[in-house]
């Protein structure tokens, strides 16, 4: 090991803008050795994923490897798992194959910015799309293509509507700029699709203010607000996201908006390392000193989405901005090897260069340099600004290529579907939701974690059987799933509740091969339905005398 080690965790502006710095000051210095840990082994460029959900630029576009943007720096791609300020050693964790590792540091650099969590919002946490990383991205370019797909082919006008519906929550810059892209797109895309009409599509952007993009000047805010609404796109002011069901965004004053389709950026939360550590914090950021360490644990530093930073200038505290991270990373790797080798520290001062705001389509909104431009003009210095920023001669390259194509090609269609199978997921309901309807296919089996649900029959009667209510700890839905076949009864929530869905797959995997489970499942399948059923033909485990249909064993193959 070198004399000294820096060790820095996060790969985000933060980390990788200190990683760089600390490059460029200590040189091939072999006494100082500079780690940088980080879940993945990219930077993102948050500015450009809006364009991402639009396809507008190509998914790989926006991010750029570590290695080569800080090829001083030994990377470790792993998750942090414990940070140690006491015996300065943090803790990573097992990779494929090698086990959890500690790293100890001298110098320490805390770049691991904020997480998205819904929690405390009934419903948010199972059914709204977070819109962060370019895995989100992703996640909801696919989600609106698969919204329009099945759109196209649906028949029941309720069901059709709440497709045709995309709602994004929150009107800050990634809001403003998620709707803007997800209007766009959906728009041009429509044409594609025979069945589906312009006028039934419908998005909706929520905003709790008066005014969207509140860090403009208002009259820029006010021309944004101007032309989404002209594109097609409902403003819905002073009107907060309450929560949401698989069906319908809530709102606070108990509006349902229909729709499949629900983003939202809500503000972050700290990174639960963050929140861990014992320093002072102010709204879940890391106090530091002007010149960017903790005062309680000197070698200790902190920057970017993660450090409550007061300017030394006007004494505000710095936004959590990319510009910033940049700017708080090289102060922070100046006053490292000033105290590596002795020499004055600098306190952290920085004026914000401007702020932009992409709307699509050819416009955006900017005050640069206390200079206010809107449309084209914002629009192309928006594109100019982002394009030199983003770091990597072939990423630039591509993304400007990308932006040419997209101004002669129609939009892409395709779905990149990136999951392994689903598994399980968690869903929320109000009450009086359905989650299924008697007769509906059935290929998911649900336990209820919190709340009531009620079991009831209705076909072919005048009023409906009420057959059980099932609290926390019950499971329901077994009976389709086991003979792949359809609901012998409707499912509803009686109080709000939460539920654990497993999917057919899933549920083969583990409960038909683990004998204990599967007797269970068969038991309960046994006592709901009465009198001995019908067992499916060539159901492994049907041997003679079997009162319930045995669980067939059927093991996915991937
Ligand atoms: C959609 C969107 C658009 C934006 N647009 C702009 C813009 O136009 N201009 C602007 O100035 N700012 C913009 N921002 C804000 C900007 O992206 C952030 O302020 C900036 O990314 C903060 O950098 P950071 O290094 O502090 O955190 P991050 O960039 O979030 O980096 C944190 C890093 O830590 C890693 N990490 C976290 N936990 C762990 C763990 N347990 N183990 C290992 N690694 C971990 C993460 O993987 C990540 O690499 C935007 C943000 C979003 C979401």
């Keep these: 090991m070198a004399a000294k080690r820096i060790v820095i965790l996060g790969g985000g502006f933060g980390g990788v803008y200190a990683a760089r710095a600390l490059a460029r000051r200590l040189g091939d210095d072999p006494a100082v050795e500079v780690a940088l840990v980080s879940k993945d082994n990219y930077l993102v460029f948050q500015p450009m994923l809006p364009e991402v959900i639009s396809g507008s630029i190509g998914i790989v576009d926006t991010i750029s490897p570590l290695r080569r943007l800080c090829p001083r720096a030994t990377l470790y791609t792993r998750v942090v798992e414990r940070i140690d300020l006491e015996r300065k050693r943090v803790l990573l964790a097992a990779g494929f194959a090698g086990p959890s590792l500690e790293l100890g540091y001298d110098h320490l650099v805390v770049a691991l ?7 405390g919002s009934p419903g948010l946490p199972e059914h709204a799309l977070p819109f962060k990383y370019l895995g989100d991205a992703l996640v909801i370019r696919n989600h609106v293509i698969q919204g329009l797909e099945e759109a196209a082919v649906e028949r029941d006008p309720g069901r059709r509507r709440a497709l045709l519906t995309f709602v994004v929550a929150g009107g800050g810059f990634s809001g403003v700029e998620a709707v803007a892209e997800l209007n766009d797109f959906v728009r041009r895309a429509a044409p594609s699709f025979r069945t589906i009409r312009p006028e039934e599509i419908r998005v909706v952007l929520l905003h709790a203010g008066p005014v969207i993009l509140p860090e403009l000047p208002e009259s820029l805010a006010r021309f944004a607000q101007r032309l989404l609404r002209r594109r097609g796109v409902e403003l819905r002011l002073q ?3 309450h ?20 983003v939202s950026t809500v503000p972050a939360s700290p990174n639960p390392l963050v929140a861990a550590l014992p320093c002072r914090k102010e709204r879940g950021r890391i106090v530091v000193s002007p010149h960017l360490e903790l005062p309680e644990f000197p070698g200790v530093w902190a920057v970017g989405d993660c450090a409550w930073i007061v300017d030394a200038r006007t004494g ?18 100046d006053n490292i090897v000033a105290a590596l080798r002795g020499g004055p520290m600098r306190a952290f001062s920085f004026r914000a260069l401007g702020k932009m705001g992409s ?15 809107s449309g084209f003009l914002a629009w192309w210095a928006w594109r100019t600004i982002y394009l030199m920023k983003l770091p990597g001669l072939d990423r630039k390259l591509r993304v400007a290529v990308d932006w040419t194509l997209d101004l002669l090609l129609p939009p892409d269609l395709v779905q990149l579907r990136v999951d392994r199978g689903v598994g399980f997921r ?12 008697e007769g509906d296919h059935g290929d998911w089996l649900y336990v209820v974690t919190e709340g009531e649900i ?15 209510r099932l609290r926390p700890g019950d499971c329901f839905g077994e009976i389709a799933v086991v003979r792949h076949g359809p609901r012998t009864a409707t499912a509803r929530a009686r109080t709000a509740a939460n539920l654990v869905a497993v999917d057919r797959d899933a549920f083969h995997a583990l409960f038909a091969t683990l004998p204990p489970l599967r007797g269970f499942i068969e038991d309960l399948i046994a006592r709901r339905l009465g009198p001995p059923a019908p067992v499916p033909a060539g159901a492994a485990g049907a041997g003679p005398g079997a009162t319930a249909p045995a669980i067939p064993v059927e093991v996915p193959s991937a």
């Design 113 to 119: 910015g904020s997480v998205t969590t819904f929690a």
């Design 239 to 241: 009107t907060r996201l």
């Design 243 to 262: 929560g949401a069901t698989a069906e319908a965004a809530l709102l606070d004053d108990g509006e349902r908006i229909p729709t499949r389709t629900l």
């Design 316 to 333: 505000q505290p710095c936004p959590p901005t990319a510009q910033h991270a940049i700017r708080e990373a090289r102060c922070a790797a």
């Design 359 to 373: 709307l699509g389509h050819r416009s955006a909104v900017a005050e640069v340099l206390g200079v206010r431009l």
């Design 426 to 437: 968690r869903e929320h309901y109000e009450p009086g939701e359905v989650i299924f309807r």
């Design 454 to 468: 009620e079991i009831v029959q209705e076909a072919g009667r005048a009023e409906e059987r009420a057959l059980r």
